[in-house]
C-alpha cells in the first residue's frame, strides 16, 4: 500500500498573496498539486516554476492555454504528461485538462486538473469530454486516476453529478476538516472538488483546518484547497 496527498486549488493567477499560496501548498505536504488559474500572461512560465520551487515542489504538466498545472513533490516520478483543450465555446474562456503520470513508491497514478465552466451546458459536455480523456490514459498507462478540479457547480449539480457517478467523491466517500471551498473569506459553497477512481481509497478528504493553514487562506487566493489522502494498491 502506497500513502498518497493530493492537493486542489485554485490560486487565481497569484494575483493576491504568492507568498501565502507558498505556504498553504507547502503545509499541505502533498505529493502531487493540481492548480487552477495557474499564471498565463507575461512571464507565465517563469512564475510557475517559482512557485513551484518555493513549495518543494517541480511542474509536471502544464501549459499557457486555460491556467492548468500539475505539480510533482519529491517523491513521485513524473512517467508522461499531457494537456488536452476541450472543445471551445464561442465567447467563452478555453477550457483544458492537465494530466500528469507518476509513480510513487512503486505505485502508479494519473493525476489531474480541470476548471469548468460558469456556463451550465458547457460545463456538462466537458465532462463528458474529460471522462474519456482520463478513461484512455487510465487504460494506456494501467493506473487508477485521481482528478481535482474547480468545477464551478456544487454536488447537487448534473456536472458534478456526471463525476460522482464515474468516480468517488473523495469528500462525501472519507469527510475530513471542512466541506465549503468558495469563498476563502465567506465559505458557502463546495465547488472545488476532488475524485478518486473506486480502485483508491480514500483516507480523508476536505478543506485542511490547521490553524498555521487557514491564518492564509483570505490573503492566498479567494477559493479554499482541498487535501485529499489517498491510499493506492
Not at 492555454?65 to 471551445?88: I, Q, S
Not at 462525501?172 to 476532488?194: L, N
Not at 478528504?205 to 490573503?219: E, F, K, R
Request: glycine content about 8%; proline content about 6%; overall charge positive.
Amino acid at each position: 500500500m502506497t500513502g498518497v496527498r493530493l492537493v486542489g486549488y485554485n490560486v487565481r493567477a497569484l494575483r493576491d498573496d504568492g507568498d501565502a499560496v507558498a505556504r498553504v501548498i507547502r503545509g499541505c505536504r502533498p505529493d502531487l498539486v493540481c492548480l487552477q488559474e495557474v499564471p498565463r500572461f507575461l512571464g507565465w512560465r517563469a512564475e510557475r516554476r517559482r512557485l513551484a520551487e518555493s513549495c518543494g515542489l517541480r511542474v509536471a504538466s502544464g501549459r499557457r492555454t486555460a491556467g492548468l498545472a500539475v505539480f510533482a513533490g519529491p517523491r513521485a516520478e513524473v512517467l508522461h504528461h499531457e494537456y488536452h483543450l476541450l472543445t471551445r465555446v464561442p465567447g467563452l474562456h478555453r477550457r483544458a485538462l492537465a494530466i500528469a503520470v507518476a509513480e510513487i513508491d512503486g505505485a502508479r497514478l494519473v493525476a489531474a486538473s480541470t476548471h469548468l465552466d460558469l456556463a451550465d451546458r458547457p460545463r456538462r459536455a466537458h465532462v463528458g469530454e474529460v471522462i474519456a480523456l482520463l478513461d484512455r490514459v487510465r487504460r494506456s498507462f494501467s493506473a487508477p486516476v485521481v482528478l481535482a478540479g474547480d468545477i464551478n457547480e456544487e454536488p447537487s449539480g448534473p456536472a458534478w453529478g456526471m463525476l460522482a457517478r464515474t468516480f468517488q467523491d473523495a469528500r462525501a466517500v472519507a469527510p475530513a476538516g471542512e466541506s465549503d471551498t468558495y469563498s476563502a473569506r465567506h465559505p458557502v459553497k463546495r465547488i472545488d472538488g476532488i475524485f478518486a477512481d473506486r480502485g483508491i481509497t480514500v483516507a480523508g478528504c476536505g478543506v485542511p483546518v490547521d490553524p498555521a493553514l487557514t491564518a492564509d487562506y483570505v490573503a492566498a487566493t479567494d477559493h479554499r484547497p482541498v487535501l485529499a489522502d489517498l491510499v493506492l494498491r
